[in-house]
T-cell receptor, first 113, second 113 residues
């Protein structure tokens, strides 16, 4: 089983809809992250969480919100989806030291029509 | 198909040859660097890392070189195999309250059988 699991893997929806992307991990890591990936751009950070009570905005948080339901679960919501939020979304985790690689899920491909 | 590979620099290498993928990083204060491999339909996968107090680090068939003077990082893959075909990107960690990670856009490696 994957260490970092994202659901759904693919989603097509319409402008204005609310969408939730979910992420769960079995690595026991405290830190979790949400990124989006667009063609020709590096991964960009949307939100990050260092523990259940700690949520921080990343560089592109507008239009997104998150919830850290447990150490193992971190969900990303688009309250009212718009077409320029069409992208690949990745969840990642890292351990609490902060010095180390991040471990990624296999992504959610989201299309907003 | 995976759209992340569009608009990326591409390196084509004959199977069995060595590959060298380059990355220029932006922050001279960055103290930790990571190479990731992203296969089509998958999330980024950690390959190798290096701290700023080192110039070279070797793994299994991979070597990372760090030149802090010119802020340059390279990934060398020995005896490239078809399974090495993927997008490779570097990431730099900048020190601070949150270990800010900046990801490069990547290079697409195509292995010619």
């Amino acid at each position: 089983d994957a260490d970092v699991t994202q659901t759904p893997r693919n989603r097509i929806t319409k402008t204005g809809k609310r969408i939730m992307l979910e992420c769960s991990q079995t690595k026991g890591h405290d830190r979790m992250y949400w990124y989006r990936q667009d063609p020709g751009l590096g991964l960009r950070l949307i939100y990050y969480s260092f523990d259940v009570k700690d949520i921080n905005k990343g560089e592109i948080s507008d239009g997104y919100s998150v919830s850290r339901q447990a150490q193992a679960k971190f969900s990303l919501s688009l309250e009212s989806a718009i077409p320029n939020q069409t992208a690949l979304y990745f969840c990642a985790t890292s351990d609490g030291t902060g010095i180390g690689p991040q471990h990624f899920g296999d992504g959610t491909r989201l299309s907003i029509l | 198909g995976e759209s992340v590979g569009l608009h990326l620099p591409t390196l084509s290498v004959q199977e069995g040859d060595n590959s060298i993928i380059n990355c220029a990083y932006s922050n001279s204060a960055s103290d930790y660097f990571i190479w990731y491999k992203q296969e089509s339909g998958k999330g980024p996968q950690f390959i190798i890392d290096i701290r700023s107090n080192m110039d070279k680090r070797q793994g299994q068939r991979v070597t990372v070189l760090l030149n802090k003077t010119v802020k340059h990082l390279s990934l060398q893959i020995a005896a490239t195999q078809p399974g090495d075909s993927a997008v490779y990107f570097c990431a730099e960690n900048s020190p601070g309250g949150y270990q800010k990670v900046t990801f490069g856009i990547g290079t697409k490696l195509q292995v010619i059988p």
